[in-house]
């Protein structure tokens, strides 16, 4: 089992930077994929970036694309979003899964942390 908690989250003016963080428990954590999520105010969840078990694949959200990155650390159980140039529809609330497939889907992930908030203003 992984268990995740996330930090990191925050406001933020346009144009900023933030880096989430999560870190995970648990002896199997190289042995997933991990991804974020987010999920703003009256909408569904949706994928932003995911990462391979060994950290040499990545793939992204079309509306991160060239601003985010995930990275991993399998040593320190830990996995991160840097997130550059934030825009206001940035904003919502950032979830760290895990899950045994790199493609997978978000219902294909089998752990999700609690959250972190992250405002972007304008």
């Known amino acids: 089992q992984v268990q995740l908690v996330e930090s990191g989250g925050g406001l933020v003016q346009a144009g900023g930077s933030l880096r989430l963080s999560c870190a995970a428990s648990?002896?199997?954590?190289?042995?997933?994929?991990m991804g974020w999520f987010r999920q703003a105010p009256g909408k569904e969840r949706a994928f932003v970036a995911a990462i391979s078990l060994g950290g040499g694949r990545t793939r992204y959200a079309d509306s991160v694309k060239g601003r985010f990155t995930i990275s991993r650390d399998n040593a320190k159980n830990m996995v991160y979003l840097q997130m550059n140039t934030l825009q206001p529809e940035d904003t919502a609330v950032y979830y760290c899964a895990a899950s045994q497939k790199f493609y997978g889907s978000g219902d294909e992930y089998d752990y999700w942390g609690q959250g972190t908030q992250v405002t972007v203003s304008s």
């Open positions: 648990g002896r199997t954590f190289s042995s997933y994929a």
